[in-house]
């Protein structure tokens, strides 16, 4: 099989009978562990970034019930997808798990360049992207972001080839709110749209079986800000770009505990016309939300958590880390991603797998809780 079944992965969480039942989650399409491994890691020009690799780690979480992959091509500038692609090759190669039961993600939408750096980018963007036909340079925002189909299809050919896969499960237009400011919203709006019909042209194609948007900001703004994104819209223009049977399915937003806005802040409109929460329009588009950025990139942790913040999550066993994606995963969330290169820290971050996610009415007493969150 070439993508992620509803039949393999619920064969995969069979393995993990000990493991609390809240811990998968079903998206409609298949099973999700509620913690995923994300392969994203800030201030991409230091070296150091490039003797670490993510392989172990990817081999490590998927031994241990983790069957959520996520990460884009620009990450490390191509580097992610590789290591990803070299441990996926071994799991496969030796039986340790199967590609129907894991659910692989990337993002199209950033420049990626290459590892080694090239020595001028401006140059390597005009010889990679411009010469070769795949955008104009009208099309590239800010020497960094492009949405035209030409260069969208290249991204996702690449990531294959790097991921050593021939199928994504989700291909997500990375942050497209990027553009905003820079290009009329009418003209990013139009680019939207035609990504859309080009992942829909993919999907027929089976290179992605779905595809969504991943924003930073973007679906979390108020209405009026200049960067902010519309779900309500985003689902009206895949209709028109795939008709109702559209395969339009998933978001991935920031979710944590000093950034809880997704769950708590009213700015979307829902199929009603009415406000609602991310997580809530989300829902009522049948959209699935993946957590991003659930430890605000080691953010979180300049002093020790509470202990009536542990009480509250059940996490007063565990550490800080753990605390915080007990946090991550719940509401409606599908699965909180976290990054992490050591195998240890991996095995430490999943004994959150023993215990049931936390309740509504617990998060709503830690929104309550002004110093906790």
């Given at each position: 099989?070439?993508?992620?079944?509803?039949?393999?992965?619920?064969?995969?969480?069979?393995?993990?009978?000990?493991?609390?039942?809240?811990?998968?989650?079903?998206?409609?399409?298949?099973?999700?562990?509620?913690?995923?491994?994300?392969?994203?890691?800030?201030?991409?020009?230091?070296?150091?970034?490039?003797?670490?690799?993510?392989?172990?780690?990817?081999?490590?979480?998927?031994?241990?019930?983790?069957?959520?992959?996520?990460?884009?091509?620009?990450?490390?500038?191509?580097?992610?997808?590789?290591?990803?692609?070299?441990?996926?090759?071994?799991?496969?190669?030796?039986?340790?798990?199967?590609?129907?039961?894991?659910?692989?993600?990337?993002?199209?939408?950033?420049?990626?360049?290459?590892?080694?750096?090239?020595?001028?980018?401006?140059?390597?963007?005009?010889?990679?992207?411009?010469?070769?036909?795949?955008?104009?340079?009208?099309?590239?925002?800010?020497?960094?972001?492009?949405?035209?189909?030409?260069?969208?299809?290249?991204?996702?050919?690449?990531?294959?080839?790097?991921?050593?896969?021939?199928?994504?499960?989700?291909?997500?237009?990375?942050?497209?709110?990027?553009?905003?400011?820079?290009?009329?919203?009418?003209?990013?709006?139009?680019?939207?749209?035609?990504?859309?019909?080009?992942?829909?042209?993919?999907?027929?194609?089976?290179k992605i079986r779905s595809y969504g948007i991943a924003s930073w900001n973007g679906f979390l703004y108020e209405e009026e800000h200049a960067e902010y994104l519309s779900l309500s819209e985003m689902i009206q223009i895949a209709v028109e770009a795939g008709g109702t049977s559209h395969h339009f399915r998933y978001i991935q937003s920031p979710f944590n505990l000093a950034k809880p806005h997704a769950y708590s802040y009213s700015n979307q409109k829902g199929p009603d016309g009415r406000y609602y929460t991310l997580m809530q329009a989300a829902q009522g588009y049948g959209l699935g939300l993946f957590a991003s950025s659930s430890l605000l990139q080691m953010n979180l942790f300049k002093g020790k958590f509470s202990e009536e913040l542990r009480e509250v999550l059940h996490t007063q066993e565990l550490t800080d880390v753990a605390t915080a994606l007990q946090f991550a995963r719940s509401g409606s969330v599908l699965s909180a991603l976290f990054g992490s290169i050591n195998p240890h820290h991996i095995r430490e971050n999943l004994m959150v797998a023993y215990l049931q996610e936390a309740k509504p009415d617990e998060i709503m007493r830690l929104m309550e809780m002004k110093h906790a969150l």
């Open positions: 099989m070439k993508y992620a079944t509803k039949e393999g992965t619920f064969a995969y969480l069979k393995q993990f009978s000990d493991y609390s039942r809240s811990f998968y989650r079903y998206t409609g399409d298949f099973f999700v562990s509620s913690l995923g491994l994300g392969t994203f890691r800030k201030e991409p020009y230091r070296e150091e970034n490039y003797v670490i690799s993510y392989k172990e780690a990817v081999k490590t979480s998927i031994e241990n019930g983790v069957n959520v992959i996520d990460t884009a091509i620009n990450y490390r500038y191509q580097v992610s997808e590789r290591e990803i692609g070299e441990a996926l090759e071994e799991l496969f190669r030796y039986g340790v798990a199967k590609r129907e039961a894991l659910v692989v993600a990337s993002k199209a939408g950033f420049i990626p360049l290459s590892f080694p750096f090239p020595e001028n980018p401006y140059t390597w963007i005009e010889e990679n992207v411009v010469e070769k036909g795949l955008a104009t340079k009208e099309e590239v925002v800010i020497d960094q972001h492009c949405m035209s189909p030409g260069f969208l299809r290249w991204s996702v050919e690449k990531s294959l080839e790097n991921l050593k896969l021939e199928t994504l499960d989700i291909l997500y237009l990375h942050n497209p709110e990027t553009q905003l400011g820079y290009v009329d919203r009418s003209v990013v709006m139009a680019r939207i749209k035609e990504a859309f019909r080009l992942f829909e042209a993919l999907v027929e194609e089976g």
